[in-house]
Nanobody, 122 residues
Framework: QVQLVESGGGLVQAGDSLRLSCAAS????????MGWFRHAPGKEREFVAR????????YYRDSVKGRFTISRDNAKNTVYLQMNNLKPEDTAVYYCAAGLAGGNVSRVYNYWGQGTQVTVSS
């Protein structure tokens, strides 16, 4: 079992930055691919970013490329999502997820956090 707890969400204005954190406990964190997803009202949950177990490889959805950066610190069992130049369309509940296999679809991830709300006002 892996327990995930997100933090760092909040209410910001367009153009501001936030850094989300996801603290993991339980099984060996470094063995998991970590992903961030988001779910906005009226929309389906969507992939945002993922990072390989080593941190060497990262992947992003097109709409956040150049603005968001995913990183991880395996010594601290934590994954981060640095979000810059936030836009109103980034408003959503953000979830981190852990899986043994990498991918951009939620079904490949075995463990999920409870989510943290990010609201971007225009």
């Amino acid at each position: 079992q892996v327990q995930l707890v997100e933090s760092g969400g909040g209410l910001v204005q367009a153009g501001d930055s936030l850094r989300l954190s996801c603290a993991a406990s339980g099984r060996t964190f470094s063995g998991y691919v970590m992903g961030w997803f988001r779910h906005a009202p009226g929309k389906e949950r969507e992939f945002v970013a993922r990072i390989s177990w080593s941190g060497r490889f990262t992947y992003y959805r097109d709409s956040v490329k150049g603005r968001f950066t995913i990183s991880r610190d395996n010594a601290k069992n934590t994954v981060y999502l640095q979000m810059n130049n936030l836009k109103p369309e980034d408003t959503a509940v953000y979830y981190c997820a852990a899986g043994l296999a990498g991918g951009n679809v939620s079904r490949v991830y075995n463990y999920w956090g409870q989510g943290t709300q990010v609201t971007v006002s225009s």
